[in-house]
């Protein structure tokens, strides 16, 4: 499993969260009045229903002027770290398994870990900042030269992205409401309803939001 793809195969698939992975070589100067930015969360509004992104928290890991990727960081999958990658998985937060992380390039995987209080991640081969101590981890280092700076890992399975101007679109039509991530929501353990908690910890009245019911025609 690779950790990105291949530059020549890269699509642009268009929608929500279907656009390809941006150029990194681009660092845009654009101002966004969404403020999203790298440690930025995309919460799904209440309204969206499609299923791939349904109460889902995306984090974002880069947004400039070539587009904006991240990934999503509640949707575990069935499949254990163990059975792709199991130098990895001693490193991984619990639950060690693979996590879904957006509708493109499944097939190639996205590592994010929490530094350790106080660690140094400076002159580190294979990791790089994100924002604070988030940082995306190269699949391809050796897990033991990483696991004692880190407090756990997450690897995704796939990633959300958008080209220029897709998301603009999407949060002029209220589809995400943007808000700070902690450092530890990229390894949060899958059985902590992240969407509502996210919610659950902003200002009234977004703090709200976090009592809508999962199925409304339930009530």
Same mark, same amino acid.
Not at 87 to 103: D, K
């Given at each position: 499993?690779?950790?990105?793809?291949?530059?020549?195969?890269?699509?642009?698939? +268009?929608? =929500?969260?279907?656009?390809?992975?941006?150029?990194?070589?681009?660092?845009?100067?654009?101002?966004?009045?969404?403020?999203? =930015?790298?440690?930025?969360?995309?919460?799904?509004?209440?309204?969206?229903?499609?299923?791939?992104?349904?109460?889902?928290?995306?984090?974002?890991?880069?947004? /400039?002027?070539?587009?904006?990727? +991240?990934?999503?960081?509640?949707?575990?999958?069935?499949?254990?770290?163990?059975?792709?990658?199991?130098? &990895?998985?001693?490193?991984?937060?619990?639950?060690?398994?693979?996590?879904?992380?957006?509708?493109?390039? =499944?097939?190639?995987?996205?590592?994010?870990?929490?530094?350790?209080?106080?660690?140094?991640?400076?002159?580190?081969?294979?990791?790089?900042?994100?924002? +604070?101590?988030?940082?995306?981890?190269?699949?391809?280092?050796?897990? !033991?030269?990483? +696991?004692?700076?880190?407090?756990?890992? =997450?690897?995704?399975?796939?990633?959300?992205? &958008?080209?220029?101007?897709?998301?603009?679109? !999407?949060?002029? /039509?209220?589809? &995400?409401?943007?808000?700070?991530?902690?450092?530890?929501?990229?390894?949060?353990?899958?059985?902590?309803?992240? &969407?509502? !908690?996210?919610?659950?910890?902003?200002?009234?009245?977004?703090?709200?939001?976090?009592?809508?019911?999962?199925?409304?025609?339930? /009530?």
């Amino acid at each position: 499993m690779a950790q990105a793809d291949d530059p020549d195969d890269r699509k642009t698939r +268009g929608g =929500r969260g279907g656009g390809h992975e941006p150029d990194p070589g681009r660092r845009g100067s654009r101002q966004d009045e969404q403020t999203v =930015r790298a440690g930025s969360l995309l919460v799904s509004s209440t309204d969206l229903a499609e299923p791939t992104f349904r109460r889902t928290v995306v984090y974002i890991i880069e947004h /400039n002027d070539a587009g904006t990727l +991240g990934v999503v960081l509640n949707r575990p999958s069935e499949t254990a770290v163990h059975d792709v990658l199991p130098q &990895w998985s001693e490193v991984c937060a619990q639950p060690r398994t693979l996590f879904v992380g957006g509708p493109v390039k =499944r097939d190639a995987a996205l590592c994010l870990g929490t530094v350790r209080v106080g660690a140094s991640i400076d002159g580190v081969p294979g990791v790089r900042r994100v924002d +604070g101590r988030v940082v995306l981890v190269d699949l391809d280092t050796a897990p !033991e030269r990483i +696991g004692a700076l880190i407090e756990g890992a =997450r690897i995704f399975a796939g990633y959300a992205g &958008w080209t220029f101007g897709q998301l603009d679109s !999407e949060l002029d /039509n209220d589809d &995400w409401i943007v808000v700070s991530a902690l450092p530890t929501d990229p390894i949060t353990s899958g059985r902590t309803d992240l &969407w509502a !908690e996210v919610l659950r910890r902003q200002p009234l009245p977004l703090s709200l939001l976090a009592t809508h019911p999962i199925e409304v025609e339930r /009530n």
